[in-house]
Structures are given as C-alpha cells and as structure tokens.
C-alpha cells in the first residue's frame, strides 16, 4: 500500500511539473504571433502610405491635363471630330487634303479654271503638292492632309481645332481624287463649322464630284493606258493622259454622279 501511494505522489507532482512548461510554450507562441500580427500590420501601413503617394500623383497629373485643356479652351479654339467616309459601292478616293478657312480662301473652282498646284491631286492622286499650295493662302487657318487613299466602304477620322474668333467666318472643306478617272475629284466645300449663335456645329456632307478640265476622259477605271494613275508606277504616272487644250474650267463630272465622298463634323466637349 505504501508502495502505491509513493507511485501517486510521484505522478501527481509530475503532472503539475508539466503544466507550466506546456504553458510557457504556449505563451511563446502567443507572443510570436503577436509580434507577426505586428509587422503585418506595420506592412499594411507602409502599403497604404504608397498608395495614398501614387493617388496623389495621379490625381495632380489629372488635375494638371485639365487645367490644359481649360488653358487652350481659354486661348479661344473649338474641337470637332471630323469622319471622312468612303459610300461608294467601287469608286476610291486618293489620298486628301482638308483645309479650315475663311470665305476668301474656298478651294471650290466650279467654273473657274484650277491652280497648277491642284493639278496633281487631280490627275493622278498626289496630295502634297496641293497641301503646300494651300498653307500659303491668305485666310487659311489650318490644313490637315490623309496620307492614304479610301476604298470603298473605308471611312477615317481625326480631330481638328478653329479659332472662335469670328467663327462664323470659319469653314471647312475637303477634297480628294477621285481615283479611277482621268482629273476627277470629289469636294465638300464651305462646310460651316458655328451656328448663327456663334456655337459649335454638327454636320454631315455629300461631297459633289467634278472635272478639273486639264485632261480627256476615258472610262472609268480603264487604268494606265487610259491615262488614269496607277499607284505602282510611281512619277511614270505624271504628264499621263491626253491634255485638254485649251483647259476647260471645272464642272461636275460627267461620269461619276453617285456621291462618293461624306463627311461628318461633331463638335468634341
């Protein structure tokens, strides 16, 4: 019996000498979580403050692209969207020129004979020649050029700016060959870009197609033997053709009557 009795003293103490070593561990553990809590929190904290920098960041970026746009707005110019718009079913239109200008300055020869400078436009789709010329015309405000042609169906578009200066003086047009004849082009002229009110305006235009007058017409489409462009034969392409003599002032073309050429204008907040 005394026997067993030392066995239970001896068990019991040794149960009691576990519990604070098991607790020390546990509190160990505690702590160590404690302590990661901590610096997850202190991470969370740094992230926030980066954050909080890159927000500030975007927001003077934003708030300095705005005070730009007002600044320019203030300067005293009106933005539009401009979509030119191929709507014939076969004919192509070569590369164009699109002028912002005033009375003066229209680029509508109907029943005038043209400048020489249009004349590459007109005969076998060179733009640049034209676009130079109309830079250094008095009333011009600005000129804008597509530097590929449009097939059919194919529409561009692109933003242009007017001085709202006298805006009711401010006009648009536009012109480009029409690329399967001989001197033919299609033309949106005197597009009126404000209202009466002096607002911005919407519109949407039929180009007319014409003849410039400097060279015979054959069918259309009849293609380099025709004396019409061809775009792989390069300056072979210019003094192609039979001229006209004497050139004849410009009318609407005698072949090409369906609308080829639409341009749509929208006023851009």
Same mark, same amino acid.
């Given at each position: 019996? =005394? ?88 004919? $192509? %239109?070569?590369? /164009? ?14 029943? &005038?004979?043209?400048?020489?400078? %249009?004349?590459? %436009? ?15 015309? !008095? /009333?011009?405000? !600005? ?9 059919? /169906?194919?529409? =561009? #578009?692109?933003?242009? &700016? ?23 082009? $299609?033309? !949106?002229?005197?597009? $009126? ?11 949407? #235009?039929? !180009?007319?197609?014409?003849? $410039? ?43 090409? #009557? ?12």
């Amino acid at each position: 019996m =005394r026997l067993l009795f030392l066995l239970s003293v001896l068990l019991v103490f040794g149960c009691v000498s576990e519990e604070p070593q098991q607790t020390n561990e546990m509190d160990e553990k505690l702590m160590e979580l404690e302590q990661h809590i901590e610096d997850v929190e202190d991470s969370v904290e740094e992230l926030k403050e980066k954050i909080g920098a890159l927000e500030e960041k975007i927001n003077e970026m934003e708030n300095g692209e705005i005070a730009e746009a007002e600044e320019e707005k203030q300067e005293g110019f009106a933005y539009f969207s401009v979509t030119v718009q191929n709507v014939h079913d076969s004919q $192509a %239109l070569s590369p /164009g020129v699109f002028v912002i200008h005033k009375p003066a300055a229209s680029i509508n020869y109907f029943g &005038k004979t043209i400048p020489e400078e %249009l004349r590459p %436009l007109a005969e076998y789709g060179n733009h640049t020649v034209f676009s130079e010329y109309v830079k250094g015309l !008095a /009333g011009v405000e !600005a000129v804008y050029t597509l530097d590929e042609p449009l097939a059919p /169906g194919e529409s =561009r #578009t692109f933003i242009i &700016k007017s001085s709202t200066y006298r805006p009711r003086e401010s006009y648009f047009s536009g012109i480009q060959m029409l690329a399967g004849t001989n001197d033919g082009y $299609a033309l !949106a002229s005197n597009i $009126a870009l404000f209202t009466v009110g002096n607002g911005p305006r919407a519109s949407t #235009t039929m !180009a007319g197609n014409y003849d $410039a007058g400097t060279e015979e017409n054959s069918a259309p489409g009849s293609g380099f033997d025709g004396g019409q462009p061809d775009p792989d034969r390069g300056d072979e392409n210019i003094g192609n053709g039979i001229p006209t003599i004497p050139q004849r002032p410009v009318t609407k073309h005698p072949q090409i #009557t369906n609308t080829v050429m639409k341009i749509i204008v929208v006023p851009v907040d």
